[in-house]
């Protein structure tokens, strides 16, 4: 499910290099994941903190899920 408020944060990203993305979650805490070349991290950053946006490292993992806290 979308909203004009998702379409236009995923626009904004896909003109800023993002190649894809995934929304996740629901009701008032979503979770947008874009994929970007490395070459365009901070251009997508920047675009995006107009929406309130800020980056989450991340890493894959060939073991399944694994979590842990980190404070920002």
């Known amino acids: 499910i979308t909203n004009e408020?998702?379409?236009?944060?995923?626009?904004?990203a896909l003109r800023n290099g993002a190649r894809?993305?995934?929304?996740s979650g629901a009701g008032?805490?979503?979770?947008?994941?874009?994929?970007?070349?490395?070459d365009r991290?901070?251009?997508?950053?920047?675009?995006l903190e107009q929406f309130g946006g800020?980056?989450?490292p991340f890493e894959f993992s060939m073991v399944g899920l694994e979590?842990?806290?980190?404070?920002h």
């Open 54 to 56: 800020r980056t989450v």
């Open 41 to 47: 991290k901070g251009e997508l950053a920047t675009a």
């Open 5 to 12: 408020t998702i379409d236009e944060i995923y626009a904004t």
């Open 20 to 23: 894809g993305g995934k929304i």
């Open 28 to 38: 008032g805490g979503g979770f947008l994941m874009l994929y970007c070349d490395g």
């Open 67 to 71: 979590s842990w806290s980190v404070n």
